[in-house]
Nanobody, 120 residues
Framework: QVQLVESGGGLVQPGGSLRLSCAAS????????MGWYRQAPGKERELVAA???????NYADSVKGRFTISSDNAKKTGDLQMNSLKPEDTAVYYC??????????????WGQGTQVTVSS
């Protein structure tokens, strides 16, 4: 009964910025963690960034210093601010979240993905 919806993707020139958002809705008691993965054509899906309910963050080495992840439990949203974008950042970006329902069950949910294209 939980849905994650990403938004904010698009086409941007190298060096530009984008802000991705993830909105969660449904049977949510708490969000234990949120993260962003990406998958480029012909490549494996990789972790980009993650944040726990306690505020701890984790970033892929390739995006450290350029991307910033944040979350707002009250709004049930998460954001990924992407700066200094490079062509190699081009991929479909997926939001994911570990969510506990009011029934006490914890599952990992995935959004449908949003395309980010970095090109001149």
């Amino acid at each position: 009964q939980v849905q994650l919806v990403e938004s904010g993707g698009g086409l941007v020139q190298p060096g530009g910025s984008l802000r991705l958002s993830c909105a969660a809705s449904g049977n949510i008691f708490s969000i234990n963690a949120m993260g962003w993965y990406r998958q480029a054509p012909g490549k494996e899906r990789e972790l980009v960034a993650a944040i726990t309910s306690g505020g701890s963050t984790n970033y892929a080495d390739s995006v450290k210093g350029r991307f910033t992840i944040s979350s707002d439990n009250a709004k049930k949203t998460g954001d990924l601010q992407m700066n200094s974008l490079k062509p190699e950042d081009t991929a479909v970006y997926y939001c994911n979240a570990d969510i506990m329902s009011w029934g006490g069950y914890v599952y990992r949910y995935w959004g449908q993905g949003t395309q980010v294209t970095v090109s001149s």
